[in-house]
């Protein structure tokens, strides 16, 4: 089943037994967040909530109510994504970038239903009038203070947006770019959006500026869930992210003509703010906000954007998340990345078997690979190797281990890593690019990471010591355990991985 709209989605996750209603008045202001933080911080990542009875910062009750944590669980995110497994998406993804088109009439025929598959799901303008202008503001009816936006932290610079989909077009190719940046509330049609400098939306802002042009930008709050997590992917800047998630749905996104601006939105989207910003106009303070480094970034300056229409669904939800001291509901749109790419980071660097980016390490802090080690001095070359592959770039911390160590669980990495390394030796270090958030690099966007090689010493790499076995029990040793367990009334498996 194709899920197209939040309601739809929403309806899922009740029918699976992870969402919570929550009928009890809460404020939008701080409220929704502290309540979602706990929850969040539950094992597996909590159920999703939908907060049916939302006071706005006027006192009086939102016009609609407010979901959060939707993606906030494996289940979740492998439900928004139409799979039973997000590794799944990984492996459609390796049969396409394998294709070996074969001789002979009947092999290239043979060939066609995925050859197909590549081009069948560009997105669509929908005719007539969408599901996401069935409401209309313009003028004096704009009015943002009517939407739940919600304030996370105490000292957040105001309201924020934090689950949207900011569409903005290259002026000079006319590739569209979604993106999901944080954006702030500034007034009743005026809002600030946070642009990092390595992010494509600034990239067409930039471009914009140059020309002395107004750029039009929309921002889309919930639609199709491939869509919504498509737009936090870190997809290259020549993919379009609706086309995308029409592969990862198997179906392609609807999209519809924005009303004040050339640019197109989802059909299904629950809400769409369509606006402009003017490079001849200064830029604003935006912030500071709690974001997903568990601290406040700071306040800075960050282009204005004016609301020149806002439209919405007949009885829209108003979807929302929140970042801040991991673990976080982006945990788990981070590992559908980490899954979703793994794949297409093997075409560039073979040797990975994978490869993970713990909660604690807020994706770009701690990356543990696993690599099948075949000469002395690979896992340097992985390091570089990664350190070039996009926001890769950003990763404070690379440990390399050997192909066997499961990286997908922590204690595991950690432990084969500390007893694998001997610092000076294996450390190395690294100047590049930092996250934007990082505050504690030694200037703006620059500064060092390190790549600890983790991986077992050969002789060539100057290791003249034997090097020990892992402790394992033996094979049938561990069968007579497992036949007899159940009659021990230990529970299910002990402490045994």
């Known amino acids: 089943m194709t899920i197209d709209t939040i309601p739809q989605f929403i309806e899922e996750i009740d029918r699976i037994g992870e969402l919570v209603r929550v009928a009890h008045p809460v404020r939008a202001e701080l409220e929704i967040c502290e309540i979602a933080d706990r929850v969040m911080k539950s094992p597996g990542g909590g159920p999703a909530l939908l907060f049916e009875n ?21 289940r979740r995110m492998a439900l928004s994504l139409g799979v039973a497994d997000l590794d799944d998406i990984g492996v459609r993804i390796t049969e396409l970038v394998q294709l070996k088109v074969p001789d002979g009439l009947m092999g290239k025929l043979s060939m066609l239903p995925k050859l197909l598959e590549i081009g069948k799901f560009p997105p669509r303008v929908k005719g007539g009038t969408p599901p996401c202008q069935a409401v209309v503001w313009k003028g004096g009816d704009i009015d943002l203070s009517k939407l739940p936006i919600i304030t996370c932290w105490p000292e957040d610079g105001g309201p924020y947006i934090t689950l949207p989909m900011v569409i903005s077009k290259d002026p000079v190719r006319g590739i569209r770019n979604v993106g999901m940046y944080r954006v702030q509330q500034l007034g009743r049609d005026t809002l600030a959006m946070h642009w990092q400098r390595h992010k494509v939306g600034a990239a067409h802002w930039r471009e914009m500026a140059e020309r002395g042009e107004r750029m039009p930008v929309c921002i889309a709050i919930g639609a199709d869930p491939a869509s919504v997590y498509a737009a936090s992917a870190p997809l290259p800047p020549t993919i379009d ?148 592959q996009g926001l890769m770039s950003l990763a404070k911390l690379l440990i390399v281990v050997d192909k066997w160590v499961n990286v997908r669980d922590p204690r595991e990495a950690w432990w084969v890593a500390l007893n694998n390394i ?25 500064g060092s990471k390190m790549g600890l090689d983790a991986t077992k010493k050969w002789p060539e790499e100057g290791f003249a010591r034997e090097w020990p076995k892992v402790i394992e029990m033996d094979s049938a040793t561990t069968a007579r355990v497992n036949a007899m367990w159940a009659q021990l009334g230990l529970g299910e498996r002990g402490g045994k991985r």
Not at 57 to 73: C, E, K, Q
Not at 268 to 284: K, N, Q, S, T
Not at 429 to 438: A, E, I
């Open 54 to 74: 939302v006071t706005l910062r006027d006192g009086s009750r939102s016009a609609y109510p407010v979901a959060i944590n939707l993606f906030g669980s494996m």
């Open 241 to 388: 992210e609706f086309l995308f998630a029409g592969f990862l749905r198997k179906e392609p996104v609807r999209l519809a003509k924005a009303l004040t601006c050339d640019l197109e939105v989802p059909a299904d989207a629950e809400f769409v703010i369509e606006g402009y910003i003017d490079p001849a106009e200064p830029l604003v303070m935006e912030g500071p906000f709690g974001d997903h480094t568990g601290f406040y970034s700071l306040a800075d300056l960050y282009p204005l954007v004016h609301v020149t229409a806002i439209t919405m669904r007949e009885h829209p939800v108003y979807a929302t998340t929140i970042v801040g001291r991991p673990p976080m509901e982006d945990f788990f749109l981070g590992h559908a990345t980490e899954r979703i790419f793994l794949p297409l980071l093997k075409l560039t660097v073979p040797e990975i078997v994978d490869y993970h980016m713990p909660a604690e390490g807020i994706f770009h802090n701690l990356v543990f690979v696993s690599i099948d080690k075949q000469y002395p001095g690979q896992a340097y070359k992985v390091m570089n190797a990664l350190w070039g």
């Open 422 to 446: 001997d610092p000076e030796r294996d450390a190395r270090f690294t100047m590049g690019p930092t996250d934007v958030l990082d505050h504690s690099s030694r200037a703006f966007t620059y």
